[in-house]
Every structure is written in structure tokens, then in C-alpha cells.
């Protein structure tokens, strides 16, 4: 460890002892004490010994004296006994076996005292020797599960999720405009273009003194350690770990420099050879002609693209994937927008697993300019926390239509996610979700059969009538699991035939359907839809990615059935699904 510890790392350390006390089977309000600790700590601003100067590391959220002492003993000394200690019960290692999808503490601390499993390696190497098949609870098909899980533990990077980077990028921009005047700023890179992780931050500001721009970036109190710095570029690290990439270029050229640091490497060599083409080349410093030597600068993006006959394209498609000639064909799609949503049609309250009530969340969607919202908690299933069977269905019915009097305009519409069982089936009877005014059926469990299965799965519940939404279809979860292998063009083509609509999930490990389903999705004519899956009404915040996700897809908003205005949508959901138009 580094004699000054960042507060990613003193993070990682809470976080660690976190684990491993939960694997050493600990009580859970003592692991997550730590865990809380944790997340505050890499929430903050400014680093640790800043708030330990002002005597306000107890000010912290989860922050108490104890924990204080421990980060004030990590921050002199760089490493901390109790954790020094606790390492010699769950050694480093095990805490690596939980990087297996298939793997908790509680299942990392059995493979420890059972057979002394202490790394991924020595997992593998007990899978592979049938050592597993001895531990009680140990299937052949959980061992084949642990076995595919290795290989992608064994390649996991240092990505983070878009949710995550984004809060970072736009506190630093925020920041900087403060602390310096700018003429322009924006994220670059790999987040402006909606990737679903990104491994660092580009960030680009405009002004007529770049060196002052630089001086004030490596100053800001969120920024850990300076790599290295000059009179435009700084690279430095955020006390979570984060690279971060400053450019600071000339308003002239902010265009085009916006336009390079964007990407993505394959767009951009595209649009070079376009340039050439027509006698030009193309930099982060605008054109030049070759002939002449005369230079275009480009203020704007809108002008970079103009100087080669094309309209603006938008960041999200990017990729040479088609839309350097959709642009000259003049097909470039009017993607959506955040402020085209007029609804959120998946969310949770605390009639199943949420933490709001729906009057809560309720409040939350108009505050949103939202004009309608619909409420689908959990059916009741194996392993669902608190789900409705039809008599509490009934019971929230009555809330819901009370609400609904109480709120004027604003439309609360009564529905449930109901499980798609393995079989394909749902797990409430028809008869009951006919009453309901949504229906969204989603796969939760049993996500790994093979591929023919999977897709017949989903294919059965589009064919429901009752069925209005097929929830995060494939299931995965970014960085923890795959997801079901489906034939997304069986999928999509059902969807279009049936009029089921498709979600892009917009929770932030989800993104489900990803930019790739979303646009063959598109492509074969079915529709889709974008949803929070919130539990919380912070959560509702999270459709912002699943509109991001959705517009890398090639979405227009009229593709979205939550752009639509409520009478279209009751008059879309109200008719027999064949008739639906």
C-alpha cells in the first residue's frame, strides 16, 4: 500500500472487511456497518485527510468514532491492524472466489473451510479435478456455472458502470467551471458515446488560457494524485481510482477537438479518409487543406461534420455501424431524448421489495414531468422478497384508484412484474393479470439454459395476451453475469407480430436490452420501451441511461411506447394485442 492512502483505497479496505466478515459468517449489522462505510467514503469530494483537518471525519455519513480511528490509523500508517489480523481468518484470496458470479460469502467461506479454496486458481483447479462434487449442495450444474464463471472472473478489467462515471465526469465539470472561467467543457470519450462501462474519463474545456485551465483542474479537491501536467494536458487520478484525462484547447477548435476526443477510433478514421477524399486532413485541431495549407479550425461539431458535406451525428452512433451512410442518405433516425419521457411503466413500492410507498413514488414521477406512471411490484415466486399474489393485488388496486382521485391529472395505471417461469409460463394466472391495466413479465431465475430453451422461454410469455412488456429480457447484469443466451431475431420478431413491447432496463448494471438488441429489436419492427426498475425514487433518475442505451440503439422517440401521451397509450393497451396499433 502507498504511505498516503486515497480514499478508493481506504474504500477497498472497509469494503474488504466487509466481505470478510460477512464470509466469516459475522452478524450482518457489523458488515454492513463497514460496507456503508465504504460507500460513503467513495462518495466524497475531497480526500479523507481534508476532513480529518477540519476534525469532520465523524461528520461523515456511516461515519462513526470507531470507523473515524480506523481511517485516521489507515491515513498514519497505511495499513490497519484489525484488518491485518482478520486477513490470517478469510486469507485475500477467498474474497477473489466472490468475483464468480455463482459465488457468495457464504458459499466463498464454505469452499474455504471445507476444502481450503483460497484463490481463483485453486477454484479452477477443484473444478476441474472434481474436488467440488464432494462439497454438499454442489450440483453438476452448479459446478458447470462455477466453471464458466472462473473464465470471466479471471478477465473482469476496472471498468466502471456508465451511472457511476457519469456522476464522476459531471462533478468534475461542475467543479472546474467553478474554480475557472471556461468558455466550454464536456466529457469526451467513451461515456459521451454511451458506453455501458467506461475505464477513463476524457474531459475537454475551451478557454483562451489553457495553461490556467490546467493549473486549476489539478487543484480541485476531488482530484488524488497528478500523473503528469502541461499548459493543455493534465492526467491525474480521482480519490476513487478514476484516470482522468484533461484537455484544455482554444474555442477555435473546440469542435473539432470535441469531435476527436469523442471517438470512436473506428468513426474517426472513417471521417479521416472522408476529409482526404475531398482534400483535407483531419485533427483534434480541425482541417487543413492539402493543396493550399489553409486551416478550418471548427468551432462547433455541427461545422466539423458540415466541412464534409454531412449533418451533425449524434454521439451515441459513433461507431462506423452505419451512420456515415445513413447521414448521406439523409436517413440519420431523430434519436430520443430525456425530455421526450412522459413515463416510467416499471417500478417498485413497498407493497413488494421497494423502499417507497406509491404515493412516494408517485410524487417523485410528477416531479419528473412525468404524466402517467405505472406500478408493477413483484408477483409472488420463489425467492421474491414480499410478492403480490392476486389478493394483495386486489388490496393495492384500492390505493391506487384513491390516489388516482387525490392526484388531478397525474395517472397512476395498476400493474405487476410477474415472473416468467423456467417452462415458460407466468407465475400469476391469466385471470387475474387480465385485470390489470400493464402487464410486465420478466426471467429471474434459471438464466443459464441453453440457448433453444431460453428464447422458447420468452417466445411463450410474448405469446401471453395478457403480456404488455417483456422485462430485462436476457437478465444479465453487467460485470456479474451474462444473462440468458436468447435469439434476439426470434425475440424481436414475435414482438413486432404480437404487439409485446421490448424493455431497455435502465438500471445501472442492467442495460437490458443492450444498444445491439435494442437496434435489431428496431430494425425488425418491434418496439420498445424504457424504464427505471426503480426501488427507490432516486432510482427513477436511472431512465437518463436507459434513454442513453435506447438512442445507441438507433431509437426515435416514437419507438418508445413511454413518449407516448396517455390517451395512446390506454388506447394501445386497452385493444386485443393483434389489433394494436
Known sequence: ????????????VFAKIALSLEVAGESRY???????????????????????????????????KTLADKIIELLDTGQLQFYE?????????????????????RTAGKLYKELGIDSLAA???AADTGKLAGVKGFGAKTIAGISAGITAAEQADTRVLMGEALAMAEQLLAALREAVPLREAAYAGSLRRGR????????????????????AFTALPMIAYVDSSGDAKATAYLHSGM????????????????????????????????????GMSFSEHGFKRLESGETVPCATEQQVYATVGLPWIAPELRE????????????????????????????????????????????????????????????????IVNGLDAARLKAQAEEIRALNAELGGFRILRGVEVDITPDGGLALPDEVLAELDIVVASPHVQLRQPAEQATERILKAIRNPHVDIIGHPTGRLIGGRAGAELDIDAVAR???????????????????????HARRALELGALLVTDSDAHHTDNLAWIRLGVVTARRGWAAADQLANTWDLPRLLAWLAAPKPERR
Not at 500500500?1 to 477497498?12: F, G, W
Not at 458488515?31 to 461523515?60: H, K, M, N, V, W
Not at 413515463?343 to 406509491?358: E, F, P
Open 85 to 105: 489480523k482478520l486477513k490470517q481468518q478469510v486469507p485475500p484470496g477467498v474474497l477473489d472466489l466472490m468475483k464468480v458470479p455463482s459465488i457468495g460469502p
Open 494 to 516: 414475435a414482438a413486432a407480430e404480437t404487439n409485446t413491447l421490448l424493455e431497455v432496463n435502465s438500471g445501472p448494471d442492467r442495460l437490458d436490452l443492450s444498444a445491439a
Open 196 to 215: 455501458e462501462t467506461t475505464g477513463d474519463l476524457d474531459i475537454l474545456a475551451a478557454a483562451e488560457d489553457t495553461a490556467s485551465v490546467v493549473r
Open 30 to 64: 457489523r458488515f454492513q456497518a463497514y460496507q456503508r462505510a465504504a460507500d460513503s467514503i467513495g462518495e466524497l469530494p475531497a480526500a479523507l485527510a481534508t476532513y480529518r483537518e477540519r476534525g469532520e471525519l465523524e461528520a461523515i455519513p456511516n461515519i462513526g
Open 243 to 278: 484516470q482522468v484525462d484533461l484537455y484544455a484547447v482554444d474555442p477555435a477548435v473546440w469542435g473539432a477537438a470535441l469531435h476527436h476526443f469523442t471517438g470512436s477510433r473506428a468513426h474517426n478514421i472513417r471521417f479521416r479518409e472522408l476529409a482526404l477524399a475531398q
Open 320 to 383: 462506423d455501424a452505419g451512420e456515415f451512410e445513413a447521414a448521406q442518405a439523409g436517413a440519420l433516425p431523430r434519436l430520443v431524448e430525456l425530455a421526450d419521457i412522459r413515463a416510467d411503466l416499471h417500478m417498485h413500492s413497498t407493497w413488494s421489495d421497494g423502499k417507497h410507498s406509491i404515493r412516494a413514488m408517485a410524487e417523485a414521477a410528477m416531479a419528473r414531468g412525468y404524466s402517467h406512471m405505472a406500478i408493477t411490484d413483484h408477483s409472488a415466486y420463489l425467492g
Open 123 to 125: 477454484l479452477k483447479q
Open 1 to 12: 500500500m502507498p504511505a498516503t492512502l486515497t480514499n478508493h483505497d481506504i474504500a477497498e
